[in-house]
């Protein structure tokens, strides 16, 4: 069964940083494109960013420059670093696997919240 | 950007009743259309991709229709399980993915 672990939310302050992680387990890491869709609270859900099979990447303009991020294929792990953080990315950020090309978010994880408050 | 627009905000909806959602692309996304449950402190999960193949394990009460500006998810016959958020992603041109603002799904 495919899982998805995400780790590294928080309490932080505007301006600082963060790392998030996902361990995924259950399928083949390497063969799907991986993303992070956070949901601020009582809100809807926004796309943050991809990272294909090939680890090219693509980010929302309201992240673009302050968020990286990456893949480890060997550890299936999925990163990102988050910097100059401010109160709108206040969200719960959710990881999510996708077959390359027009193909859905087929498995999610629990997600993990962070705050961004001084 | 594609903006995708779901309505209505919230529909009320008595078990046993039928359910209609409906979602909005602003141009043409052919049949890339995805549509997401989403319950209380839970992640989404996929209810139907390419705008009517049902996910894996999803009821067949669950439908979805509709190509190019305009689908609509159908709920045949509500469950009491079925009462949350659905949203619907296009995957047709991107970046940006984009989502809709949801619909919730209450108890009438």
């Known amino acids: 069964e495919a899982r998805l672990l995400e780790s590294g939310g928080g309490l932080l302050q505007p301006g600082g940083s963060l790392r998030l992680s996902c361990a995924a387990s259950?399928?083949?890491?390497?063969?799907?494109?991986m993303a992070w869709v956070r949901q601020a609270p009582g809100r809807g859900l926004e796309w943050v960013s991809t990272?294909?099979?090939?680890?090219?990447?693509e980010y929302a303009d309201s992240v673009r420059g302050r968020f990286t991020i990456s893949r480890d294929n060997y550890n299936n792990i999925l990163y990102v670093e988050m910097n100059s953080l401010g109160a709108e990315d206040t969200a719960i950020y959710y990881c999510?696997?996708?077959?390359?090309?027009?193909?859905?978010?087929?498995?999610w994880g629990q997600g993990t919240l962070v705050t961004v408050s001084s | 950007e594609i903006v995708m627009t779901q309505s209505p905000a919230t529909l009320s909806v008595s078990p046993g009743e039928r359910a209609s959602l409906s979602c909005r692309a602003s141009?043409?996304?052919?049949?890339?259309l995805v549509w997401y449950q989403q319950k209380p402190g839970q992640a989404p999960r996929l209810l139907i991709y390419?705008?009517?193949t049902r996910a894996t394990g999803v009821p067949a009460r669950f439908s979805g229709s509709g190509s190019g500006t305009e689908f609509t998810l159908t709920i045949s016959s509500l469950q009491s399980e079925d009462f949350a958020v659905y949203y619907c992603?296009?995957?047709?041109?991107?970046?940006?993915?984009?989502f809709g603002g949801g619909t919730k799904v209450e108890l009438k």
């Open positions: 141009q043409s996304i052919s049949t890339n």
């Open positions: 390419g705008a009517s």
């Open positions: 999510a696997r996708k077959l390359p090309g027009h193909n859905p978010f087929d498995c």
């Open positions: 990272v294909g099979t090939s680890a090219d990447t």
């Open positions: 259950g399928f083949t890491f390497s063969s799907y494109a």
């Open positions: 992603q296009q995957n047709d041109k991107w970046p940006p993915l984009t």
